[in-house]
């Protein structure tokens, strides 16, 4: 093609002028058809019937969800095996852990006190005793998983209680079992004899000038662990205090 054959009337810088405005009305067009599905996708989001985003919870849920920390517990009495009342207590704690129950229990307890007992040459000896034989106690949270985890663990018969449901302490037994003050100085805290002799038992002296006599115990006393014995001398009773080793059961 010369260049003759080129419009007279026809300017370059006309055709590119042209060619820009056809540019940009292409890319409005595009920008317009953005924005109408960004619109669209919000208002798809919106209606909830469509949309493939995550869903978060309400706080408000979550906090529904989760467990309570303060957990209201009471003291129970549980009947167990005689004899058997550590190793039972022993078994119920390793259960607990075994379980996680650990946030629905709180102290499982034998209760006991200290006794001072005497060998047959005489020595003194601290020694524990059951205060309620047959029994432990645990604080916990009642529910289906704690009352069956506490009835399935071998040696413990069930909670006391009437008719068969658990029956939280009384405050009073509470403190009497379990509260019990303990001495500034654990020296000053009397510790009780452990005297295998109630009012009333017959008993004869083994030593001493009395020796072989018998009589009946009138008095026990458990902090000096001593006992006193009334015996016939001459026609009349005569009260004899005598440490419990000294006599024996007739």
């Known amino acids: 093609m010369t260049d003759e054959s080129r419009s007279p009337n026809t300017d370059d810088s006309e055709v590119i002028d042209e060619s820009s405005e056809v540019l940009e009305e292409t890319d409005s067009a595009d920008a317009g ?7 669209q996708a919000a208002e798809t989001d919106d209606s909830g019937s469509e949309s493939t985003g995550e869903v978060f919870l309400d706080s408000d849920d979550d906090d529904d969800d989760q467990p309570s920390d303060e957990i209201e517990m009471d003291w129970y009495i549980l009947k167990v095996a005689f004899n058997r009342e550590d190793s039972i207590a022993d078994a119920l704690r390793k259960k607990i852990a075994m379980e996680g129950m650990e946030e629905y229990f709180g102290d ?11 060998t047959r040459d005489g020595k003194k000896r601290i020694t524990k005793r059951k205060l309620l034989p047959g029994y432990i106690m645990a604080r916990m949270a009642i529910n289906d998983d ?3 985890l506490v009835r399935e663990t071998g040696g413990i018969s069930d909670f006391t209680g009437s008719a068969g449901k658990p029956m939280p302490m009384d405050p ?16 000053e805290a009397p510790i009780k004899t452990a005297i295998p002799f109630k009012v009333g038992d017959r008993v004869r002296v083994k030593e001493g000038n009395f020796e072989n006599q ?3 115990v009138d008095a026990v006393d458990e902090a000096n662990g001593r006992i006193t014995v009334i015996i016939n001398i001459f026609g ?11 006599v024996e059961p007739v």
């Open 33 to 39: 058809a953005g924005e109408n599905e960004a619109v």
């Open 108 to 118: 499982v307890v034998v209760p006991s006190e200290d006794v001072a007992t005497f």
């Open 146 to 148: 704690t009352w069956f």
């Open 172 to 187: 009073a037994d509470v403190d009497r079992f379990i509260n019990r003050p303990i001495a500034e100085d654990e020296e």
């Open 214 to 216: 018998e009589g009946d």
């Open 236 to 246: 009349r009773s005569v009260p004899m205090e005598l440490d419990h080793w000294q």
